[in-house]
């Protein structure tokens, strides 16, 4: 339609939507979308409406469609960054990113409470503020280790990850964050330390508090009088963002993980409005000194980015070296392998990898491994180990095996033999990639009889018999491992080794 006569639509819908109440309003610009579905303005404006009538469902709805629509790149992003708003909204739990846990009970026992606070505290783990509310307790309960949780001595770290508010109100005892696993170890540890029964105090999931958005890329300092606290923070979200989060798909993404929508029209745009919204969460916190343009950047978002600095010989005239892990896939893909020093190729690798940048990643690999051997690093396993997964992740299990037998006879001849086990062990996984029982089962076998206490050949040999339905072999190596476990009184290796050992025997019947 032309501009006048959407002009006059507009006029018509919005005279017919004079009434103060909101549902006329958004009923007048439900008409302008049915009249024309490619009226960008409408649909944002029926989103508003929708939004503050408490409908975020429709609201959001309305806002992915205005998003299809908008090609004002600014006004797209402000949009999208909107759509994390109303994802955070009470119902609107399947579409969001974040959410919160909780649990709480009401406690008998005051003392075994007081001496679990005293415990956390004398750990480093509680941070309170000075200033309570009468006849209330909140603090965080703070997570040292990511594998288990300290409760005596010292803090093991000068950092520490949030494992759960904690809040006390008379005899109630109540504690939430947003991390569910973080959560769920402080409760089983609150649930030990005060007797409550397995059912009591069940989880609760819920809504994310705003304030909790950036809480996952977030350490807290354990030394006050540590200088460098700040810069810690800030440098463990750099990681987190820059590495990790930039691979975890996404809800609010249709299930693509950031570094796949920068491909994408239109996940593009809510990409954008992504950042942006975690950005002015951080705004007031400890982590208001990360550059989110460095994320913007890493994620190819920057328009006009600065050009790939030079990699080689003119970097090194000039006093300056290339920031190769900061670029993003585009930058990567410039450079040249053959100018770049080994460090900086080594680099690259890791920051491909990073970036799911598989192609590259090989290229570099490549490279690394062309490369004459350098006397302070002999080893050049990771590379050929790369190269090998990569070629049986392609189904190229001839080139796969290449690697291998290059890579063994280069450690050979310029490592002393040091991997020798590890690139046997890659060996007997492309046999088995290559449906070769025989080959597979005499390479396992030599790797036992060179290191028989090794528990974890053991494992992965009868783990390949079963793969390749040798359940016969299967057993055998599980039970030679057994024996060797109980004689030395492993017993994670035991139960591993058992469990595989029950498999081959179902397999045989």
């Given amino acids: 339609a032309s501009a006048g006569v959407r002009r006059a639509a507009w006029d018509r819908a919005l005279q017919s939507g004079q009434s103060p109440r909101l549902s006329e309003l958004g009923r007048a610009f ?6 024309d579905a490619n009226d960008a303005p409408a649909w944002f404006n029926l989103a508003l409406a929708r939004a503050w009538m408490g409908d975020n469902a429709a609201a959001l709805e309305s806002l992915n469609r205005y998003l299809e629509l908008e090609a004002d790149e600014e006004k797209a992003t402000t949009a999208a960054a909107l759509t994390e708003v109303l994802r ?77 508010y904690l809040m006390i109100a008379g005899a109630v005892f109540r504690m939430w964050g947003p991390n569910k696993e973080a959560l769920g170890r402080v409760r089983e540890e609150v649930r030990q330390r005060l007797g409550l029964a397995l059912g009591e105090a069940p989880e609760q999931p819920g809504p994310i508090q705003l304030h909790d958005i950036i809480t996952e890329a977030m350490v807290f300092p354990t030394n006050l009088r540590d200088a460098n606290a700040s810069a810690k923070v800030v440098e463990h979200a750099q990681r987190y963002y820059e590495e990790t989060w930039i691979n975890q798909p996404r809800r609010s993404l249709t299930g693509n993980t950031p570094i796949d929508a920068a491909g994408h029209a239109v996940l593009r745009k809510k990409l954008r409005g992504v950042v942006r919204f975690i950005q002015e969460s951080a705004v007031g916190t400890l982590l208001a000194g990360y550059d989110f343009d460095r994320l913007r950047h890493k994620l190819g978002l920057i328009e006009g980015a600065p050009s ?42 890791t920051a491909a990898q990073k970036l799911d940048a598989e192609d ?33 992740k392609n ?35 492309v046999h088995v990639k290559r449906g070769e029982a025989d080959a597979a089962a005499d390479v396992f076998q030599r790797l036992i009889e ?50 595989l050992a029950e498999a081959a025997k179902r397999h045989l019947g």
């Fill in 450 to 499: 060179r290191v028989p206490d090794e528990l974890k050949y053991r494992g992965s040999a009868a783990e390949a018999m079963l793969t390749l339905k040798q359940a016969e072999r299967a057993l055998r190596f599980a039970e030679d491992g057994l024996a060797v476990a109980r004689q030395r009184g492993d017993r994670d290796s035991e139960q591993y080794l058992q469990e």
């Fill in 30 to 35: 439900d008409d302008l979308t049915k009249e």
């Fill in 88 to 164: 955070c909204a009470q119902g609107m739990e399947e579409s969001c990113d974040y959410h919160e846990y909780s649990f709480a009970f009401q406690f008998r026992d005051p003392q075994a409470v007081v001496a679990l606070i005293e415990e956390w505290q004398q750990a480093g783990r509680l941070m309170s503020p000075q200033q309570q509310e009468e006849g209330v307790l909140f603090a965080m309960i703070l997570e040292l280790t990511q594998v288990s949780l300290i409760t005596v001595g010292r803090p093991a770290a000068d950092v520490g990850r949030l494992a759960a």
């Fill in 395 to 429: 189904g190229q299990p001839d080139a796969a095996l290449d690697y291998v037998n290059e890579g063994e006879r280069v450690d050979c001849e310029q490592n002393e033999g040091r991997r020798r086990n590890d690139y046997e062990l890659r060996r007997g996984q």
């Fill in 360 to 392: 590259l990643a090989v290229s570099f690999a490549r490279g690394l491994t062309a490369r004459p051997p350098r006397h302070d690093k002999t080893d050049r396993f990771p590379y050929f180990a790369f190269l090998t997964q990569h070629a049986l």
């Fill in 308 to 349: 790939t600095p030079t990699v080689g010989a003119p970097a090194a005239t000039s006093g300056t070296t290339a920031d190769v892990s900061g670029m993003n896939a585009v930058e990567l893909a410039g450079l040249k392998v053959e100018s770049m020093t080994d460090e900086q190729l080594e680099q690259a690798l």
